[in-house]
């Protein structure tokens, strides 16, 4: 059954800084997903990742994949608080259509 | 072009009560599906339907049942409301389209007293 799973689950940065949050999946897998959720709000799609080296960027917040590795990163660059949120990564694939969550990465900027 | 619509957007249940919510989106997407989501849970898929026609369990499907009404449309039904199911709940569809991510409706705050 296919795991996904993000680390840190919770990361407090200054803003300024640059991080990076990780997403790792059990098995191979066509999609991978990045959003973002404000609390008490719905998901915000970020990123769609097809395929391996894609590498996809939006202001300061850049995406790869490695399907090799199974694994995705989500790199902040220069945070600012405007980026708190919660990011969620999620994968899926063509044929069964199941798109699974990772269990999210808490990001807190502080000024 | 309304994306995904779920509703209600509240509810409060007593235990042992039924209710469905319910999701349409109007993107011709083929597959839909319904998560809950708990602190520090991250999103649980609860059933998807990648077709219509056709649906599938999740990781966490006791308790509710579901029905690809048509194309549009996908409902979640609880037979017999527990506090358990006490959560956000969340719809979401995704089309067959290479680069389609997948939208979400607005959620669905559920209590069960």
């Known amino acids: 059954e296919l795991k996904v799973e993000q680390n840190p689950l919770f990361l407090s940065m200054q803003e300024g800084k640059n991080y990076t949050i990780y997403c790792n999946y059990s098995?191979?897998?066509?999609?991978l997903y990045w959003y973002r959720q404000d609390p008490g709000k719905s998901l915000e799609s970020l990123f769609v990742l097809l395929s391996n080296g894609a590498v996809k960027q939006e202001g300061r917040l850049m995406a790869s994949l490695d399907t090799k590795a199974r694994l995705s990163t989500l790199h902040i660059t220069a945070a600012v608080h405007d980026l708190s949120a919660t990011y969620f990564c999620?994968?899926?694939?063509?044929?069964?259509?199941?798109?699974?969550f990772g269990t999210g990465t808490r990001l807190t900027i502080i000024p | 072009n309304a994306g995904v619509t779920q509703t209600p957007k509240f509810q409060v249940l007593k235990t042992g009560q039924s209710m469905t919510l319910q999701c349409a989106q109007d993107m011709n997407h083929n597959s839909m599906y319904w998560y809950r989501q708990d602190p520090g849970m991250g999103l649980r898929l609860i059933y998807y339907?990648?077709?219509?026609?056709?649906?599938d369990k999740g990781e966490v499907p006791n308790g509710y049942n579901v029905s690809r009404l048509n194309k549009r449309e996908f409902s979640l039904r609880l037979e017999s409301a527990a506090p358990s199911q006490t959560s956000v709940y969340f719809c979401a569809s995704l089309g067959g389209l290479v680069n389609t991510e997948a939208f979400f409706g607005q959620g669905t705050r559920l209590t069960v007293v």
């Open positions: 339907s990648a077709s219509e026609g056709t649906t």
């Open positions: 999620a994968v899926a694939n063509f044929g069964n259509e199941k798109l699974t």
């Open positions: 098995t191979t897998s066509d999609r």
